[in-house]
């Protein structure tokens, strides 16, 4: 088995969870909060921006100029072509999407989430760290996608089935690209440090879960003091 193949199919158990938690099944069905969107729309455009970043920081370590070129792509589909899936969201919660995301959030699961990505891309040499880190986000996103457009329980009828088909395809290249960097780059590695490999990848896995539900409970920092009383 592929070592891609192998994160993939260790994360199922993980995934399955995070399609059946409330964000998702809301999602599915057309019945999800307006206020859980736009949390989620404000801590999403947070986090694309690092995650725009972090693509930046892995074009030093690729040593193939399609490589490069594919994520100088993708660095430009997170600023242009994720934006219609927001725009679906948007229209669900009937308000103007530049207008949602001036409101600033930084939620403790997406800074969590955040800075797993930027320790990989920083302190491990090998670019495979920084990739285990971001594939779990397209494929998260995919999986999901594909296996609602097969749910009978989906509401076809809710502008939110459109953000499902939206991500049931447009991952698709990423992800496989995802995969063959990952099965080059691991190739000659020791099992233990394909390991720690494949702990990271699930680790983003997790923090994809949270980052769902961090949006479906409007999580905030509890410091103490005022915001305990």
């Known amino acids: 088995m592929l070592f891609s193949q192998e994160l993939k199919k260790a994360s199922q158990p993980i995934i399955k969870d995070i399609y059946n938690d409330p964000f998702i099944q809301e999602m599915l069905h057309g019945t999800i909060s307006e206020e859980a969107l736009k949390f989620y729309l404000r801590a999403d455009a947070s986090y694309l921006k690092e995650f725009a970043n972090i693509y930046a920081l892995l074009i030093p370590k690729m040593s193939r100029l399609e490589e490069v070129q594919f994520l100088v792509e993708q660095i430009q589909f997170i600023v242009d072509g994720e934006v219609e899936a927001h725009e679906i969201l948007a ?63 989906l ?51 997790i923090h994809e879960r949270n980052f769902f539900n961090m949006a479906y409970i409007q999580e905030n920092w509890l410091y103490g003091g005022q915001n305990n009383e």
């Open 91 to 153: 229209t669900y919660v009937q308000q103007n999407y530049s207008e949602i995301v001036q409101e600033k959030v930084w939620p403790p699961s997406g800074d969590h989430y955040i800075k797993h990505m930027y320790f990989n891309a920083y302190s491990k040499e090998n670019a495979a760290y920084t990739i285990a880190a971001m594939a779990p986000c397209p494929y998260v996103y995919q999986v999901i996608a594909k296996e609602a457009l097969k749910d009978s329980e």
């Open 155 to 205: 509401n076809k009828d809710s502008i939110l089935s459109k953000w499902f088909e939206f991500y049931s395809t447009e991952m698709d290249e990423l992800v496989n690209i995802f995969d063959e960097l990952m099965d080059r780059l691991t190739q000659n590695l020791a099992v233990e440090e394909k390991e720690a490999i494949k702990s990271c990848f699930l680790q983003s896995t």
